[in-house]
């Protein structure tokens, strides 16, 4: 076979059915590489246990250690009602730490090289990792959901409001992984990128209403806790969880969802196609 | 007279007309004009001019750091060149990326596998994106797992694998879509000698059907195995282009290294064996280095002429050219950031090794 002959042949290849190729290849690669992303999860089942029994500790140290002192007078519900909203969005924004972690180790074992040299597409490692990350969640927040329940967690709405409001943890999940997807492929070794995740996730899930009411902070602080994303999404879960009329905070945690990833994902993906 | 003449004048033409045809048919598998990259203040690479035929093996050889792997990450469109033009198969590597990846494999200087897929699974996953149906990668993952001697560890997740076995489905997984043209980038370095010769003969094989295979080593022997061509890279910059074998003519191929009991003997050593055997050891304190081509010939001589004069070495080594005399003798320096991880091949002597 010579040179010529492997280009006519390509060049055949490339022409015939070259736009169908455009809209299935990212979809059909993102795929295979979450299943991979999976496969591993399954195998190191160490690291899915102990990024579970983190957002449980929350949930008991929550409960019991604050719920005493945070009464009626603070929230309108019992507390552990309040609390497990802001838990569900917490534990999705801290798995997302694992999305930086994930691409960082790729980076370093030489992983992210072989892909970046392979006819796929430029954005299915990204994807890839998210949406495994993803499904990480699904199985976190069921867990969580059990956790709640077992410690006096009580519905106020229906089950289908019940399951919005997962579909809204889930969706805010999925934007923090393009966060820290970006982190991971910045840093480009998983200490440093569990490093610098650490100080992004903990003034936006503390500094914000998803375990206390952002009243009692000081206005400057205020300022932030009260608009930014945790808080909103911490608010229209809890609108679903609750029965409180939700549609507007609903609009505006999805506003949030969007615009993160229409900054977030390009950001990542020109960042993959330049990093080594 | 008058035949001879014309019969000359044939076959020139006949010459010209094969070359036009050759250069017609066969166009260069790799090429690359002025190829620089720029890290900063840092030129990894300078200006280089490669041109790789078709269905050879051609051998990058240089030091740690000397811009082999840069040059084949610009290759593979891992990295943009600062300036410069590069093609794989006549096609741009900055201006069509996507196709250029359709056309090469990559096997890295670190195993890039994922460790926690099984052997089949890791190649599997190679197939499907590369795009190959499934029908095609199943059968071609098996057979790679096969060829390779990882047939019984395939369902075994990667993380239970040995270095060299890891470093074999590397090399396996670049192959799954039967790439025209195939990096590799320091494929044998902390192999085995078994797993060594297995990818040699697996790089000849490969040849043999068509594929072009660009290869970078520290080891001259490995580029003298199998390349039919070899160029050598120093501080970003080619500094040679050769056939190993003109290659190896230029320097000699064994070493020979003697150890002194000290300083002034070394001198005296150096002095004999100048003036009788004709040869210019280069002395470091009171070690001498003679790189021969007669190498054990040699040895015999030195030792005898030695022995003559009473002077005893207290060490003695035998060694095969590596990259690090290639360039000594190409630079008139050493390269200080090669690796020396193969000991000699053959030492003799209380403190024989250096």
Excluded: C
């Excluded at chain 1, 806790?225 to 029965?243: E, I, N, Y």
């Amino acid at each position: 076979m010579t040179a010529g002959e492997v280009t006519r042949q390509s060049a055949a290849t490339r022409a015939t059915g070259r736009a169908r190729e455009r809209l299935e290849a990212p979809v059909r690669d993102g795929l295979a590489v979450a299943w991979r992303n999976l496969v591993g999860l399954v195998r190191v089942p160490q690291l899915l246990v102990f990024s579970t029994i983190q957002p449980l500790v929350f949930v008991l140290m929550f409960r019991y250690v604050f719920g005493g002192v945070i009464g009626r007078s603070v929230v309108s519900v019992p507390y552990v009602d309040y609390l497990m909203p802001g838990i569900f969005v917490q534990t999705a924004v801290f798995g997302a730490m694992n999305t930086a972690i994930g691409l960082a180790t790729d980076m370093q074992t030489g992983l992210m090289e072989r892909f970046r040299s392979l006819p796929m597409s430029r954005s299915a490692v990204l994807s890839g990792r998210t949406l495994a990350d993803l499904a990480r969640n699904v199985f976190v927040v069921a867990l969580m959901t059990a956790a709640g329940f077992a410690v006096g967690f009580r519905l106020h709405s229906s089950v289908a409001a019940f399951l919005a409001a997962v579909l809204l943890v889930m969706a805010f999940g999925f934007t923090m992984s393009w966060i820290f997807a970006v982190v991971g492929l910045w840093v480009g070794d998983p200490e440093t990128a569990q490093a610098a995740a650490f100080p992004l996730l903990v003034p936006l899930v503390f500094a914000s209403g998803a375990f206390i009411p952002v009243s009692t902070m000081p206005g400057w602080l205020q300022a932030f806790a009260q608009h930014q994303p945790v808080t909103r999404t911490a608010q229209a879960v809890r609108d679903l969880v609750l029965g409180t009329p939700a549609a507007s905070d609903i609009w505006l945690a999805l506003a949030w969802d969007a615009a993160i990833i229409a900054a977030f994902a390009p950001l990542g993906v020109w960042l993959y196609r330049r990093v080594v | 007279m008058e035949t001879g003449h014309r019969a000359r004048t044939a076959l020139r033409i006949g010459a010209w007309l094969r070359g036009r045809w050759v250069r017609l048919v066969s166009s260069a598998a790799i090429s690359t004009q002025g190829l620089t990259k720029r890290f900063g203040s840092l030129t990894a690479l300078d200006g280089v001019d490669l041109t790789v035929p078709a269905g050879v093996v051609f051998g990058l050889l240089g030091p740690n750091g000397a811009g082999k792997t840069t040059a084949i990450r610009i290759l593979t469109t891992i990295l943009r060149p600062s300036t410069g033009r590069a093609e794989v198969l006549g096609h741009d590597v900055v201006r069509e990326p996507a196709v250029v990846r359709g056309l090469i494999g990559l096997a890295g200087q670190y195993a890039a596998v994922d460790p926690n897929l099984t052997g089949r699974e890791n190649l599997r996953l190679i197939g499907r994106l590369t795009r190959l149906p499934r029908r095609r990668f199943r059968p071609r993952a098996d057979e790679l797992l096969e060829r390779f001697g990882l047939a019984e560890a395939g369902d075994r997740t990667v993380r239970t694998y040995s270095g060299g076995m890891r470093r074999r489905l590397d090399v396996a997984a670049a192959l799954v879509p039967h790439p025209p043209v195939l990096f590799l980038d320091e494929p044998t370095t902390g192999l085995d000698p078994a797993s060594r010769l297995a990818l040699w003969e697996m790089i000849r094989e490969l040849v043999g059907t068509g594929t072009t295979v660009l290869l970078t080593t520290q080891y001259l022997e490995e580029a003298d195995r199998l390349a039919s061509r070899v160029a050598v890279i120093s501080a970003g910059r080619l500094i040679a282009d050769d056939e190993p074998a003109r290659l190896k003519e230029r320097l000699g191929n064994t070493v020979i290294e003697l150890r002194m009991p000290d300083e002034n003997r070394a001198r005296q050593a150096t002095g004999m064996i100048a003036q009788q055997l004709s040869r210019s050891p280069e002395r470091e304190g009171a070690v001498l280095r003679i790189t021969a081509r007669d190498g054990s010939r040699l040895l015999l001589d030195i030792l005898h002429l030695l022995d003559q004069h009473a002077l005893t070495p207290r060490g003695v080594a035998v060694h095969e050219s590596s990259l690090d005399d290639v360039f000594l003798a190409l630079t008139g320096h050493r390269a200080e950031a090669a690796d020396q991880e193969e000991p000699p091949s053959s030492a003799a002597g209380p403190d024989g090794a250096p």
